[in-house]
């Protein structure tokens, strides 16, 4: 539970991050979206992809 929360807050701060950050709104959408890429990338070479489906599932 502990774990998650962190990473629930760490998710915010990226998030507030990439509002903050003085980049073009088109900038932050390909910013955003390479990081959602690696994060993906990494779900499925760490063998975590099935927590992503379970997550979308709720």
């Known amino acids: 539970m502990a774990s998650q ?5 760490n ?4 998030r507030q991050l990439l ?3 003085p ?6 959408r ?3 979206f390479a990081l959602h890429v ?7 070479a ?3 992809i099935r927590q992503l489906y379970y997550l979308q599932g709720d």
């Open 46 to 48: 760490s063998g975590n």
């Open 19 to 21: 509002r903050e950050a």
């Open 5 to 9: 929360q962190r990473n629930e807050r």
């Open 23 to 28: 980049l073009e709104e088109s900038r932050k």
């Open 30 to 32: 390909e910013l955003s």
């Open 38 to 44: 690696y994060f993906k990338d990494w779900l499925y």
């Open 11 to 14: 998710l915010g701060e990226i």
